[in-house]
């Protein structure tokens, strides 16, 4: 299962399913492998990440798309070290795709605090 992130509409949990399309960061199956396995190498953000409810849709306010963003730093670092490519193979990963989502992540989550916007996790 994947999950999928956009800009929320509205913060109402009675419109909670609607969000602006023209974005949406995929959160693939691959990375949450990725993610699980190396958790305890980030901050809480990966944790926060992992446990989003897949089958669900969630609303995320500031405070968790702060630590979201945290992750995506952190991310972007770690695809610095020497052994990235040996922990990326195993799940079918490269170093890209780790920079590719967590810069267009970070770009959907700063979007979301400019623009005093919330983040909605769109489950499968």
């Known amino acids: 299962m ?3 992130f956009a ?3 509205a913060a109402s949990k009675r ?3 609607s969000y602006h399309t023209d974005k949406i960061v995929s959160f693939t199956d691959k990375l949450r492998r990725y993610f699980a396995a190396y958790e305890n190498q980030f901050s809480s953000g990966c944790t926060l990440l992992l446990t989003i409810d897949e089958y669900a849709d969630t609303i995320l306010y500031d405070n968790k798309i702060k630590e979201l963003l945290q992750l995506c730093v952190e991310i972007q670092e770690s695809t610095n070290t020497y052994n990235i490519f040996s922990k990326c193979k195993p799940f079918d990963l490269t170093k890209e795709d780790l920079q590719t989502f967590s810069t267009e992540f970070a770009e ?3 979007f979301a605090l ?3 916007k919330t983040v909605l996790a769109i489950g499968d």
């Open 2 to 4: 994947a999950l999928g």
């Open 7 to 9: 800009i929320a509409k």
């Open 15 to 17: 419109d909670k399913h």
């Open 108 to 110: 959907l989550l700063q």
């Open 114 to 116: 400019d623009n005093k």
